[in-house]
């Protein structure tokens, strides 16, 4: 089947950056959120990645222009009635997950691929919540969407080879490099390999060793990585790395190298609270 119309359900960071890669090869976008005001955020955030494409030169204004015209933003799931293809990109809550694949199974054609963007969660499980398990798979991107090239396409139990087949057809299209993860274990590769580093670069800190900047700095010299640990979890958001921890604690037999550092939970708390130390890193050492 021909992909031309694709869903994408979340207009957040994730959501909004999928959108654009997917209405940049000429698919028509639908971006569906539960409020006005995400959807709005989400198309602004794409018109000013667009924009400053186009100050750069690497983008022609009548492209930009064509490319926005091609998404459609909408508060109702109805809205996706017609796609060929959906990518989930809500928060990383399983039961939120699964809450949202039953209402795409029910509401799509039957031969619709309904791919998420979990970065670590059971494909499988997410699966169980529709009546065609093998047309749901991983399709997880990186942030920033539109210039991160590596998509993880992950097979559930149940995945079918033409599903992983047509989902990396369909990401190699977007121009991106992808990878099979072919057991459905969490944190796939990346997010399975990346953590274990976030927890110990936190307790290095916690436990006086070295400052926020000096691991970052030694990460990215020594490692040569383009992103310390704490800068990283700036981006993405300290909440994601605290979740996925917990979540692998949970899934892999509660070992104790998945146990988030208190420093860490500190952190949370904070945010939850309102605090600068919860705004990020770089916020708490100064």
Same mark, same amino acid.
């Given at each position: 089947?021909?992909?031309?119309?694709?869903?994408?359900?979340?207009?957040?960071?994730?959501?909004? !950056?999928?959108?654009?890669?997917?209405?940049? @090869?000429? &698919?028509?976008?639908?971006?569906?959120?539960?409020?006005?005001?995400?959807?709005?955020?989400?198309?602004?955030?794409?018109?000013?990645?667009?924009?400053?494409?186009?100050?750069?030169?690497?983008?022609?204004?009548?492209?930009?222009?064509?490319?926005?015209?091609?998404?459609?933003?909408?508060?109702?799931?109805?809205?996706?009635?017609?796609?060929?293809?959906?990518?989930?990109?809500?928060?990383?809550?399983?039961?939120?997950?699964?809450?949202?694949?039953?209402?795409?199974?029910?509401?799509?054609?039957?031969?619709?691929?309904?791919?998420?963007?979990?970065?670590?969660?059971?494909?499988?499980?997410?699966?169980?919540?529709?009546?065609?398990?093998?047309?749901? &798979?991983?399709?997880?991107?990186? /942030?920033?969407?539109?210039?991160?090239?590596?998509?993880?396409?992950?097979?559930?139990?149940?995945?079918?080879?033409?599903?992983?087949?047509?989902?990396?057809?369909?990401?190699?299209?977007?121009?991106?490099?992808?990878?099979?993860?072919?057991?459905?274990?969490?944190?796939?590769?990346? /997010?399975?390999?990346?953590?274990?580093?976030?927890?110990?670069?936190?307790? @290095?800190?916690?436990?006086?060793?070295?400052?926020?900047?000096?691991?970052?700095?030694?990460?990215?010299?020594?490692?040569?990585?383009?992103? !310390?640990?704490?800068?990283?979890?700036?981006?993405?958001?300290?909440? @994601?790395?605290?979740?996925?921890?917990?979540?692998?604690?949970?899934?892999?037999?509660?070992?104790?190298?998945?146990?988030?550092? /208190?420093?860490?939970?500190?952190?949370?708390?904070? !945010?939850?609270?309102?605090?600068?130390?919860?705004?990020?890193?770089?916020?708490?050492?100064?």
């Amino acid at each position: 089947m021909e992909i031309k119309k694709i869903g994408v359900v979340g207009a957040g960071t994730m959501g909004n !950056g999928i959108a654009q890669v997917a209405a940049q @090869i000429g &698919c028509e976008v639908v971006m569906r959120d539960i409020e006005d005001a995400f959807v709005e955020r989400g198309m602004k955030n794409i018109e000013k990645f667009l924009s400053k494409s186009v100050e750069k030169g690497k983008l022609e204004a009548s492209e930009k222009d064509a490319i926005l015209g091609r998404i459609k933003g909408t508060t109702d799931m109805a809205d996706l009635k017609d796609v060929d293809f959906v990518v989930e990109a809500v928060i990383e809550n399983l039961d939120l997950k699964k809450q949202v694949f039953k209402e795409l199974d029910e509401l799509c054609r039957p031969e619709v691929i309904l791919a998420t963007n979990t970065s670590s969660m059971s494909i499988t499980e997410i699966a169980a919540a529709t009546s065609r398990p093998d047309k749901v &798979c991983g399709m997880h991107f990186f /942030n920033p969407v539109p210039l991160m090239r590596l998509v993880e396409v992950i097979r559930g139990y149940f995945t079918s080879d033409e599903t992983v087949a047509t989902t990396t057809e369909l990401a190699k299209k977007m121009g991106k490099i992808t990878v099979e993860v072919k057991k459905d274990s969490p944190g796939f590769i990346v /997010n399975r390999i990346m953590i274990p580093h976030m927890i110990e670069a936190i307790k @290095i800190v916690e436990e006086g060793i070295a400052s926020i900047e000096d691991v970052d700095t030694a990460v990215k010299n020594g490692l040569n990585y383009p992103m !310390g640990p704490f800068e990283l979890m700036d981006l993405t958001g300290i909440d @994601i790395a605290y979740f996925v921890a917990e979540y692998f604690y949970k899934e892999l037999n509660k070992e104790s190298k998945w146990v988030s550092p /208190n420093l860490l939970k500190t952190m949370i708390r904070a !945010g939850r609270l309102g605090r600068k130390t919860g705004g990020g890193w770089y916020d708490y050492s100064k």
